[in-house]
């Protein structure tokens, strides 16, 4: 039996870490990834998931990659992102709630306890209802923000949800070690 | 012999009372823009059409055309620049893309995706502009206003209405509509006027026309706009 050479002795290049969360989103980004098809055989070939809903990992170690969807509406979605940044060496927000704070940030301009009231308080069928205020409930922040008003955030990646074809294209490129750079058919707001 | 300029490099011709702006389209050059329209005198507020001129940023709208002048446009530094601006109007509005009837038909956001803009930077502003929908035929969500006028000077010069108009300054500037209730129900203002039709982003919309057609098979979604504004002359 001949020896295996040096080139077969070499161990496999570390994967990928990647952790994935998502704050005030309607996880149409995570559906967008699932999106990518059987191409995820291929990305689970280069990557690990670490944390994410995929894997039901509550907390994230050390990353290289963390996607994050959604803006930033409560204190525990603040928590979440700053976990993520101490872990994550490349932080990407992905989608038009974690760009700009999306849907959810359109209260913005209204006065948070006067939502809750309108929406507990004074619609039909609610009588006697009142604002739930269970300690276990995340307080509201007054304003809905994006997440690099929050954390320093590494690169942007566009959509309502980004197409599974620009999150294919985003990826392999961050994964080849390239800076991701979407072609302009891939370039959507919405 | 015609007089020229040098525009990125290649020599531009130009007839004198030309901007920088209208010779270099004319020599199919593409600059951007947000507040210019071939149909009216320059307006010189987005600042979209900035370009170096002997290391001075000017307006290439406003700007007349000299001969010899070397004129920097398609650069990484003044793209950079541009971009920047983009970032600025986006957060000084509301622009929730997602949301909007214009996406796909919208100047702003088609600039943004040539000049690749993947994030609006800026702190937001967020800030309160309640919409007007009194109108029968029209909307009015001034969330979106840039401030262009290029709804003002095409009601005034060609519908013949004055309908709108931009007041106050700085921060609290925003678009006024002329009637003294201030509401679009009590002017004058029809569907197929001009001013109804010009607005580069989502802010006059007409009403029950929304979506019509589905995303991806816009305007901008076929074509970039440095593409499209050359072949549509706007
Ligand atoms: S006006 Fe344009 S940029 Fe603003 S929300 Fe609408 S599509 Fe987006
Ligand atoms: S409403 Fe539209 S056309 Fe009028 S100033 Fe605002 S952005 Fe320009
Ligand atoms: S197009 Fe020249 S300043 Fe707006």
Redesign the pocket.
């Given at each position: 039996m001949t020896e295996p050479s040096a080139q077969e002795k070499r161990p496999e290049p570390a994967r990928l870490r990647i952790a994935t969360a998502s704050l005030a989103g309607c996880f149409g980004c995570h559906m967008s990834l699932l999106d990518i098809d059987e191409r995820i055989f291929e990305l689970a070939a280069k990557v690990e998931f670490d944390r994410s809903p995929l894997t039901d990992i509550k907390h994230c170690g050390p990353c290289d990659i963390g996607l994050i969807e959604g803006g930033v509406c409560n204190a525990e979605n603040v928590h979440v992102l700053r976990e993520f940044r101490r872990n994550c060496k490349t932080l990407v927000a992905v989608g038009a709630c974690a760009i700009n704070g999306g849907l959810p940030a359109q209260r913005n301009h209204l006065d948070v306890g006067a939502c809750l009231q309108e929406v507990y308080c004074y619609r039909e069928g609610l009588d006697g209802a009142g604002v739930p205020d269970d300690p276990e409930l995340p307080l509201l922040l007054d304003k809905v923000r994006p997440i690099h008003e929050v954390v320093r955030v590494d690169y942007f990646l566009p959509g309502c949800p980004p197409s599974g074809d620009a999150i294919w294209k985003f990826l392999s490129d961050l994964v080849a070690g390239r800076t991701p750079r979407l072609p302009y058919a891939l370039m959507h707001f919405d | 012999m015609k007089r020229q300029f040098l525009f990125d490099g290649r020599p531009v011709p130009f007839d004198e009372g030309q901007t920088i702006l209208q010779a270099a389209r004319a020599a199919g050059h593409y600059i951007p823009h947000l507040c210019w329209h071939p149909d009216f005198p320059p307006h010189g507020s987005c600042k979209l059409c900035t370009v170096k001129v002997g290391g001075r940023h000017v307006s290439s709208c406003a700007f007349p055309a000299r001969e010899g002048m070397e004129v920097e446009s398609d650069t990484p530094e003044i793209n950079a620049e541009r971009r920047a601006l983009l970032q600025m109007l986006f957060v000084e509005g509301n622009h929730f893309c997602p949301g909007c009837e214009k996406s796909g038909n919208c100047q702003l956001q088609a600039l943004a995706y040539d000049l690749e803009m993947t994030t609006p930077r800026f702190p937001h502003f967020y800030p309160d502009r309640p919409v007007d929908a009194s109108h029968p035929d029209v909307l009015l969500d001034f969330n979106?206003?840039?401030?262009?006028?290029?709804?003002?000077r095409a009601s005034r010069e060609v519908d013949g209405k004055n309908v709108?108009a931009?007041g106050g300054r700085g921060l609290g500037k925003h678009?006024v509509v002329n009637a003294e209730t201030g509401r679009l129900a009590d002017t004058t203002l029809a569907a197929d006027d001009l001013a109804a039709n010009?607005?580069?982003?989502g802010?006059?919309l007409k009403k029950r026309v929304g979506f019509a057609v589905p995303i991806g098979e816009r305007t901008y979604d076929a074509e970039p706009i440095h593409v499209h504004a050359m072949e549509r002359d706007t």
């Open positions: - | 979106r206003c840039i401030f262009c006028e290029l709804c003002v709108f931009l678009l010009i607005c580069p982003v802010v006059i």
